[in-house]
């Protein structure tokens, strides 16, 4: 399966089936199931915009406490956290989320309990994971079940 980085806040966002679209200077044809990889970089302007746009904030309201605990320990940083399929990439979008050139559409978020450490790219911007990190989320997941 696919692999793209966020920053968080966005990435858990989009975990957590919160934000529905992710803003892109690209345009991708690319459909299909990915992993949710968290990069490093946490995106400070980002948090405070939502912070200050109600409508937005209200969206959040029921884990602020998780999501303000994101911007000061960035526990998911560096870890695949989640997937999500990509179903369309737009160029209009109403959603309060979409602000960009091109919207990564996303359906089906799926959050893991457990993220799993895994080194992000930019470039490709969808990438293959090391198969000892996918074999992992396979064990993460199946415990889940058991």
């Known amino acids: 399966m696919k692999c793209l980085s ?3 806040p966005w990435g858990w966002l989009v975990a957590r089936g919160i934000k529905p679209i992710e803003n892109r200077p690209w345009k991708s044809s690319f459909r299909g199931r990915i992993y949710i990889q968290v990069s ?3 995106d400070y302007e980002g948090y405070d915009y939502i912070m200050q ?3 937005l904030r209200n969206l959040i309201i029921a884990d602020i406490e998780y999501f303000c605990f994101l911007k000061v320990h960035q526990p998911n940083a560096g870890k695949i956290i989640g997937e999500v399929d990509v179903v369309d990439c737009v160029e209009k979008y109403d959603s309060p989320w979409f602000f960009g050139f091109f919207g990564l559409v996303h359906k089906n978020p799926e959050l893991y ?4 450490p895994c080194k992000g790219k930019i470039f490709p911007h969808f990438f293959d994971v090391p198969p000892e ?3 992992e989320i396979k064990r993460t ?3 889940e079940h058991t």
Do not use: I, N, Q
């Open 6 to 8: 966020y920053r968080d």
């Open 133 to 135: 990190v996918e074999a």
């Open 141 to 143: 997941k199946e415990s």
């Open 53 to 55: 746009h109600h409508e």
């Open 40 to 42: 490093k970089t946490f």
């Open 113 to 116: 309990p457990h993220p799993v």
